[in-house]
């Protein structure tokens, strides 16, 4: 009987039914935007910098090397004295990849529960520019490390933002002209369909027209997108000389691996701007191919301080970095720079400070003077134009040939054309 | 124009058949132990990480074979651990578990692995078209059409002609009497678990293959699959499998005309059947039967 009542106990599930698994699913979806455990930071002592960038989802990996280049400069930073003399300390926060409002919670929550110093993130340009309208709101300094929409330092700019990655318009200025001039006429344009895929398409386009280019059709399609074969048949109908590939990410891994195993790459020239190191690892090795651009590389022989860098970033995680740790470096060293500097965390006058501040060779590891250009809080760095290889030659994680550095000063737009109007408190 | 239309139809039923091999595991558990498998993307991921570790010794065709078996392993153990003091419970208590489940499978494989996407090589002869005209039909996908069939074609023999199977269906029915009738229900439980875990391992070494390999592969793949439940009916499996196979091509027909909404479409149709049909296309009043 005991034994009975005890399965018929186990057996009772049959009342499950569609309504339940719809309430269910909804319950699952509304659990995704609540605010987990927060652990608060101890002590006022130390400087604190917010970080409000994607530990979760689609943008793991950039995110957590953003971060790795944090931590390692944030190391560097107190071994030298801190800011003003005191210890610095990053309160990590995880934006999700994909969800806008649990990123500006967390900005918030950073800025008025931690009182954190100064803001950094995010990967996600949406997540940037609304995390950028809390840094305004809150009046904290905000870094931008690699969220690529034009809008953070143009039309959505604020006094308080900067950005070091650079916008749709520059890379679309720095790479059009390779592009037309080496591989055809006629561009097809495939990107996500979001703030950072329309960037990187506007600003190719624009740039793509002046350089006697045509855009002979292009598809924006979901973050997150799997299946690619439908965007990559209309693609190929357009017969265009170039498929330019404008995701990051898992989608750009995707995007790319399924166009090769489609052949494409045998018909048409494939191509993009903004070129990652994460995405080149995760593909098969038939599919690292392509012209691409970097924003930043670990392999510049001749460039001061880039070998020590790398070292030190490879003691961590047996891994060379990525643009994205560079990005993660550049943020935190130009917040404790200015801050010196201006010798007050006060953010007005930080912020004045960072604008037309000169990245010193230790902290640009790259050709010439990166500087934030004081009319739209914008890094004018150089950018790396190549092709990707298969495998290192001299190193198993060298899968990027530079052929050309760009000097994005001289293809950058005018701050007019940005439409950046600071706004700073009177 | 017609050309793109007839290609993208085929192109959805190959993906629409993916969907439905997913589907068909996640089917299995919630129709036989009533338990909302939000793990199934997780288990669907560690299949397709155990099978890049084991590539490089036992090759990819015995990757395929092998990491599948060990996932659905690793999910008898999970039943016999965790799920099954659920059992009886509301619902949503499961929902928790395996919610919970799958966040602490995806940190687990991005410790193991890392959080950076990995290479997966599939044999080259697999990943090149078939035709110059056809080249949406690439190697791989017939490949996996071919292997999702044979895998619905065994499930469907597996639950129609064994001891096992007629055990399962019976205990979809009414799993008291089953139990009156001297099943060990425990027993009929943990292989039917096992037996939808094995359908996951085996939909994350095809995705792999397609898809880039990172922790997060089975988020995008998971939500489509609950919809063909939905839409097929809960409770049917010749249902899901339908349901899927719609879901696939409606995406796949949506590009071609308003590429944004590819995903929208999926839940647009979902919502036009539980209006139109409440209980979805061959599902019983909404209820499991």
Known sequence: MGSHSKTSGMAKTSGMGRRTLLKAGAAVGAIQFASPFIISARGDEPIKIGVDNPLTGIYTALGKNENTGMELAASQINAKGGILGREIKLVVEDSTSDKTDVAVQKARKLIQSDNVNFLIGNVNSSHAIAIAQVAAELKTVHIVPGGHADAVTGSSCHWTTFRICNTGAMQGNAMAGPLVKALGKKIYIIAQDYAFGHALHDGLAKAAAKAGGTIVGEEFFPLGTTDYSAVLIKARAANPDILVDLAAGDDGINSIKQAVQFGLDKQLHIAGMQQELEVIEGLPLEARIGTWMFEWYWKQPNVPHVAEFVAAIRKVTNKVPTARTWFGYASVWSLALAANQAKTLDAVKVAHTLEGMKLPPEVALMPGAPFFRAEDHQLVPSVFVGHEQAKGIDDPEDLFVVDQVVNVADVMPTPAETGCKLDFPA | ?289
């Open chain 2, 1 to 289: 124009m017609t050309q793109v239309i007839l290609f993208n139809l085929l192109n959805g039923l190959i993906v629409g058949a993916f969907y439905a091999l997913m589907a068909l595991g996640l089917s299995l558990i919630l129709n036989l132990s009533g338990v909302i498998n939000f793990a199934h993307g997780g288990f669907l991921a560690l299949g397709a990480y155990l099978a890049y570790s084991l590539m490089p010794t036992i090759g990819f065709w015995g990757a395929l074979l092998l990491a599948p078996i060990l996932t659905a392993f690793l999910g008898l153990a999970v039943e016999r651990l965790l799920i099954r003091r659920l059992y009886g419970r509301d619902p949503l208590y499961s929902l928790l578990l395996t919610f919970g489940l799958a966040f602490i499978f995806q940190d687990g494989l991005r410790y193991v692995w890392g959080a950076q996407s990995v290479p997966y090589q599939i044999p080259g002869w697999l990943a090149s078209p078939l035709s110059m005209d056809y080249f949406f039909l690439t190697g791989y996908r017939v490949f996996m059409m071919i292997v999702v069939a044979l895998a619905v074609a065994g499930l469907f023999l597996v639950l129609g002609y064994t001891r096992l199977g007629m055990r399962i269906r019976a205990g979809t029915l009414d799993l008291d009497t089953v139990s009156v009738l001297g099943v060990n229900v425990r027993v009929l439980r943990n292989l039917n678990f096992g037996l939808g875990i094995y359908l996951a391992g085996l939909a994350g070494v095809l995705a792999a293959g397609m898809l880039g390999l990172s922790p997060t592969i089975g988020d995008q793949l998971i939500m489509p699959s609950f919809v063909a439940i939905i839409v097929g009916g809960l409770g049917s499996l010749p249902g899901t499998l339908v349901g899927g196979l719609l879901i696939g091509v409606a995406a796949g027909m949506t590009t071609v005309f308003f590429p944004t909404a590819t995903e929208a479409v999926i839940y647009v149709m979902m919502a036009l059947v539980l209006i139109v049909k409440p209980s979805g296309l061959f599902g019983d009043e909404g209820r499991l039967r």
